[in-house]
């Protein structure tokens, strides 16, 4: 069932909007609820925002620790910084492929605001301030413009959240429909193609360069395996991602 990405500065409001959003659902639907975030997974935010690597890592923990929870009847609330739009790309490809609408709740704060309650914080809870203000250089603002940022809700901090908005962005709208399977495309020109065509695959200017046949379970097989090189290389240009499957395709085949 549903996903929502939380997204803000740190120390904007996200935990504090995502608890809300969880009351609200345990009382007005009879789904098991779920919040996924930096603290039930026991991160410490200074080691793992001070190393690229760490921070890598987490955001896979996170996505794994989504895709594992989302299913035709939980509800899944995602408590974290999702600061990096291609990120937030990934999990909206994850609700095409489970076929369950999202959304986004946007905490809006300015910098100097999340600074002061960042300091206001026991020390235990505080980012370091060099963390504070990378992370704040570094954020990457939604926009509703991009398909995975919508629909989008922006929260100030006096703002009432928008509940039934956002139920009704959950549970009335349509799932995003699935992207053209690239494995189908090839599967099916095998039919009517010759070792040596050049295969159009959906997304994708570059072709497969088909030098011989093969079967679905070996097509399954480079799909995951893309996926889990994409993991530990995430790229921001979510445009090329599509040409990058194509190109990998191409050398796995051959």
Same mark, same amino acid.
């Given at each position: 069932?549903?996903?929502?990405v939380m997204c803000g500065y740190?120390?904007?409001?996200?935990? +504090?909007? !995502?608890?809300?959003?969880?009351?609200?659902?345990?009382?007005?639907?009879? @789904?098991? /609820?779920?919040? /996924?975030?930096?603290?039930?997974?026991?991160?410490?935010?200074? *080691?793992? #925002?001070?190393?690229?690597?760490?921070?890598?890592?987490?955001? =896979?923990?996170? %996505?794994?620790?989504?895709? +594992?929870? /989302?299913?035709?009847?939980?509800?899944?609330?995602?408590? *974290?910084?999702n600061y990096i739009k291609g990120? @937030? #790309?990934?999990?909206?490809?994850?609700?095409?492929?489970?076929?369950?609408?999202?959304?986004?709740?946007?905490?809006?704060?300015?910098?100097?605001?999340?600074?002061?309650? &960042?300091?206001?914080?026991? *020390? =235990?809870?505080? #980012?370091?301030?060099?963390?504070? $203000?990378?992370?704040?250089?570094?954020?990457? !603002?939604?926009?509703? +413009?991009?398909?995975?940022?919508?629909?989008?809700?922006?929260?100030?901090?006096? $703002?009432?959240?928008?509940?039934? =908005?956002?139920?009704?962005?959950?549970?009335?709208?349509?799932?995003?429909?699935? &992207?053209?399977?690239?494995?189908? !495309?090839?599967? &099916?020109?095998?039919?009517?193609?010759?070792?040596?065509?050049?295969?159009? /695959?959906?997304?994708?200017?570059?072709?497969? !360069?088909?030098? @011989?046949?093969? &079967?679905?379970?070996?097509?399954?097989?480079?799909?995951?395996?893309?996926?889990? #090189?994409? %993991?530990?290389?995430?790229?921001?240009?979510?445009?090329?991602?599509?040409?990058?499957?194509?190109?990998?395709?191409?050398?796995?085949?051959?």
């Amino acid at each position: 069932m549903p996903l929502v990405v939380m997204c803000g500065y740190p120390c904007s409001g996200k935990t +504090r909007r !995502a608890e809300e959003l969880k009351a609200h659902f345990e009382k007005s639907t009879d @789904r098991q /609820v779920y919040s /996924v975030g930096d603290g039930a997974l026991g991160l410490d935010r200074n *080691s793992v #925002y001070a190393d690229s690597q760490k921070e890598k890592e987490a955001r =896979a923990s996170l %996505k794994a620790e989504v895709e +594992r929870k /989302v299913n035709k009847d939980n509800i899944v609330i995602l408590d *974290s910084l999702n600061y990096i739009k291609g990120y @937030r #790309y990934e999990l909206f490809c994850l609700t095409k492929h489970t076929q369950t609408p999202h959304c986004l709740v946007h905490c809006l704060t300015s910098g100097e605001e999340s600074s002061l309650w &960042n300091r206001n914080r026991e *020390s =235990a809870e505080q #980012y370091s301030q060099d963390i504070f $203000d990378a992370l704040v250089k570094r954020f990457e !603002a939604p926009d509703s +413009r991009n398909r995975w940022d919508s629909p989008l809700f922006t929260v100030l901090k006096d $703002d009432v959240l928008p509940l039934d =908005a956002i139920s009704d962005a959950l549970f009335k709208r349509k799932a995003p429909p699935p &992207n053209q399977s690239t494995q189908s !495309a090839i599967f &099916n020109a095998q039919k009517t193609s010759v070792p040596g065509d050049l295969i159009p /695959v959906p997304g994708a200017t570059e072709k497969v !360069a088909l030098t @011989r046949s093969v &079967n679905m379970a070996e097509l399954r097989k480079l799909r995951r395996q893309f996926i889990s #090189y994409s %993991k530990m290389h995430p790229t921001e240009n979510t445009s090329q991602i599509a040409n990058m499957f194509v190109q990998y395709l191409n050398k796995g085949l051959h």
